[in-house]
Each structure stands twice: as C-alpha cells, then as structure tokens.
C-alpha cells in the first residue's frame, strides 16, 4: 500500500527542471487562459488540466526577479501562460482547420480570415512554449489588480499587436514599451508580432519540445 502511495505522488510530480508559477514566484499573478474558455479556441484547451502555469526553474526565476524590480513602483506581472503542451499545440491546429467554428473571431482574429491563420504564422505545428522557457504575460497595477492598458487583449491576431506598432495613444505605448525593457533586462527576448510573448535568453532546452500535461 505504502508503494503504491507513493507510486501516485511521484505521478503527479513535475519533470525535473520545471516547476509551477505559483510557487516558484509567488509574486506573478496567474491567469491560465488556456485552462478555461477566455481564448481564442473558446474552450478550455487540451493538456492545461488545471489553471496552473508552469515553466522551467531558470526562466521562473528570471520572471520572479522582474517582478522584483517592478514591485517598488506599484506595478507587478500576470501571466496568460508559460509551458505549452504539443498535445495543446495540436488542440489549436485542429480548431485552426474547423472552419465553421468562427465564435471568437471578433474578439481575437478580426480582420484575418480563419483560413489564412497557418499562412500568416498565427497557428504553427510547434511552439517555443513546448520548450517551457516562454511566457505570455503583461503589466497590472498591483493597488487594484488591473492590468495595464496594452492596445489589444491577449492573443488578438493582427499588426495591432506587434510591440512596435504606432497607432496607438502614449500612455498605451508607453505601457508596452516598459514591458519590453523590464523583461529584456531581465533576461528575455521579445517576439516581434506579440506584445506580450517572451523567451528567456539563456533557456536549458532550446531545442526539445515537451509534451506532459499541466495537472
């Protein structure tokens, strides 16, 4: 009985060198959007088995640190999500091919055909998140929780979303623009179509794709 007890802990452990948001940087506010319905699939997706967020040690590390830095000026970090499941990368290439399902399209994918979405480089059949050292997250104000005006919500497919795009009012660019340099200072890399997608520098497998589920 003991040695099935403990056959069942270690069954829900995480792979070495991961762990979960939470607990490595108390500090990061969570919201797994992939866990429930408020994304662009409109359902809760494949592999995210709780609203949970988990990344690799060096890359919660890193982010906890840029929490750090903001936390003296009021402002923290929530994160969208980190680690992506090839099993949650393949649930967006199925819903990418159904056509007919179009419910989200105004909120994320307005003025892009859903046809069109492989071609223009939204949906792919990998994920730098599957490597488990990028994150989507943004800037909130930590008085009230609300988060930083940033032009587009998270995961809106468009131009309007490239960190550098210009039509938008200086607070709005102001608020992405300090995104940027706090995370590159602390040791991420900028993605150029995707205000709020980051990769740490220095990530331990940048060539390995993961596929455990988030649980």
Request: charge should be negative.
């Amino acid at each position: 009985m003991l040695l099935c007890f403990f056959a069942a802990i270690d069954a829900w452990a995480l792979p070495a060198g991961f762990v979960y948001l939470d607990e490595a940087a108390p500090e990061v506010i969570v919201n797994a959007r992939y866990a429930g319905s408020d994304n662009f699939v409109g359902a809760p997706v494949d592999g995210y088995l709780v609203p949970r967020v988990v990344l690799t040690t060096p890359a919660a590390t890193a982010l906890r640190q840029v929490a750090k830095t903001l936390a003296p000026f009021g402002l923290g970090l929530k994160v969208f999500d980190g680690y992506r499941p090839q099993t949650a990368v393949n649930h967006f290439m199925r819903w990418a091919t159904d056509l007919q399902d179009t419910r989200t399209k105004e909120a994320h994918y307005p003025r892009v055909a859903k046809k069109n979405l492989f071609q223009e480089g939204y949906i792919a059949e990998k994920s730098g998140h599957s490597r488990g050292s990028t994150v989507d997250l943004t800037l909130v104000n930590l008085a009230d929780g609300n988060e930083l005006a940033m032009g587009t919500p998270f995961d809106f497919f468009g131009p309007e979303s490239w960190p550098d795009y210009r039509q938008l009012d200086a607070q709005t660019r102001a608020n992405r623009a300090l995104l940027q340099q706090v995370m590159l200072r602390g040791g991420f890399r900028a993605l150029a179509q995707e205000w709020w997608h980051f990769t740490l520098d220095q990530e331990p497998w940048p060539e390995r794709y993961f596929d455990f589920p988030i649980e």
